[in-house]
C-alpha cells in the first residue's frame, strides 16, 4: 500500500525524483498569454492556501480503489488517513514524512525535501525550479495545469485540475513511468481552517520494525 500510495498520492509531483531512467530534460510547453497568465494564477492559488482538510477518493487505471481523509497545513505539514481495509498512515511534521503501516506497525521515515511532497507545501511554490510545465489546457469551466520533472521527462506527470472563475483545486492525475494514471479527487474540501496540531504527532505510533525515528539518528 505505501507503494500505491507513492504512485498515486505523492502530491501534485508524481515521478519526480521516481525510479524512471533518467533519459533527458522535459521540454517546457510554449504558452499563449492567456495560459501563462492561467499559470500565474494557479501558483498564486497554491501560495496561498494555508490548510486543507477533505475527503479524497483515489482511483486507478489498474483497477485500485481507495478512500481516506487528508489533512494539509502549508507549510510543511500534512497527514493522510487510508480508510479500512488499506491500513497505511502517511505524516509530515515539518522535518520529517512517516509512512507507517498500521497492520504490521511498519514505518519508514524520509526526509521531507527528498519526497514529491516537498513541491506542494514548500514555503513557497513554484514553477519555475524543479518542476515544467508541459501543457495548459482551458475548457467548459475547467484549468488543467501539467507538469514534470525538469531532468527526468520518463519519471511521469501530474495534471492538476482546477475549477476556474472562481479558482478551485479540485484533483490531480497522476501518469506515472508505466503508464498507469491515478486520479485522486477531493470530496468537500474546507481551505483556511484551524487544524489540530496534534494531527502531525506521531511519536504515540507502536512502531515494531522499520527506520529509526529521525530523532533517534
Not at 31 to 46: C, F, G, T
Amino acid at each position: 500500500m505505501i507503494r500505491t500510495f507513492l504512485a498515486a498520492v505523492l502530491i501534485l509531483a508524481a515521478g519526480l525524483g521516481g525510479a524512471a531512467p533518467l533519459s533527458g530534460a522535459a521540454e517546457r510547453a510554449v504558452l499563449s498569454p492567456d495560459q501563462s497568465a492561467a499559470v500565474r494564477r494557479a501558483v498564486r492559488y497554491l501560495n496561498g492556501m494555508t490548510t486543507l482538510k477533505a475527503r479524497f477518493i483515489q482511483v486507478s487505471s489498474n483497477g485500485t480503489y481507495a478512500e481516506g481523509r487528508m489533512i494539509i497545513q502549508r507549510p510543511g505539514r500534512l497527514r493522510f488517513d487510508y480508510d479500512p481495509p488499506h491500513p497505511v498512515l502517511i505524516i509530515a511534521n515539518g522535518l520529517s514524512l512517516l509512512f507507517y503501516d498500521r497492520d504490521l506497525k511498519q514505518a519508514s521515515f524520509l526526509p521531507l525535501w527528498e519526497t514529491p511532497l516537498w513541491f506542494l507545501i514548500r514555503k513557497e511554490v513554484t514553477l519555475s525550479e524543479d518542476v515544467v510545465v508541459t501543457g495548459v489546457e482551458q475548457a467548459f469551466g475547467t484549468l488543467r495545469i501539467t507538469l514534470e520533472d525538469r531532468e527526468m521527462a520518463d519519471a511521469g506527470s501530474v495534471t492538476l485540475v482546477f475549477s476556474d472563475r472562481p479558482l478551485d483545486l479540485k484533483k490531480w492525475e497522476i501518469v506515472d513511468a508505466q503508464g498507469i494514471m491515478t486520479q485522486v479527487s477531493l470530496v468537500n474540501p474546507h481551505y483556511g481552517m484551524e487544524v489540530d496540531q496534534e494531527a502531525f504527532d506521531y511519536s504515540d505510533l507502536e512502531i515494531e520494525t522499520g527506520l529509526r525515528r529521525p530523532e533517534d539518528k
